[in-house]
């Protein structure tokens, strides 16, 4: 069992910037994948960048390359979504998820067996 723990959403102008925060606990080992993705109303759970916990080697949204950056501290079981030049558009849910696999690079919200509750992040224009 992994537990995530999502935190650092909230209100800011376009332009801005934000840092999400996931608190990772339970079983996690050096093959697990931990990716961000966001859901906004009426819309499907869509990737947003992932990290793998062993390599450190990340993935991003097409959407999202070159405004956001993941990252993990390992001493602090926490990985990070640095935000930056915030568009409306961002205005979404932000969910932390956690699969383990050696097979695939899973930017699929359905490959994912762990989620957080959430964080509300709102971009305002």
């Known amino acids: 069992q992994v537990q995530l723990v999502e935190s650092g959403g909230g209100l800011v102008q376009a332009g801005g910037s934000l840092r999400l925060s996931c608190a990772v606990s339970?079983?996690?080992?050096?093959?697990?994948?931990l990716g961000w993705f966001r859901q906004a109303p009426g819309k499907e759970r869509e990737f947003v960048a992932l990290?793998?916990?062993?390599?450190?080697?990340?993935n991003y949204a097409d959407t999202v390359k070159e405004r956001f950056t993941i990252s993990r501290d390992d001493a602090k079981n926490t990985v990070y979504l640095q935000m930056n030049s915030l568009k409306p558009e961002d205005t979404a849910v932000y969910y932390c998820?956690?699969?383990?696999?050696?097979?695939?690079?899973?930017?699929?919200?359905?490959?994912?067996?762990?989620w957080g509750q959430g964080t509300q992040v709102t971009v305002s224009s």
């Open positions: 998820g956690a699969r383990y696999t050696v097979a695939v690079i899973p930017t699929d919200s359905h490959q994912y067996d762990f």
């Open positions: 339970g079983r996690i080992f050096s093959n697990h994948f």
């Open positions: 990290i793998h916990w062993g390599s450190g080697t990340t």
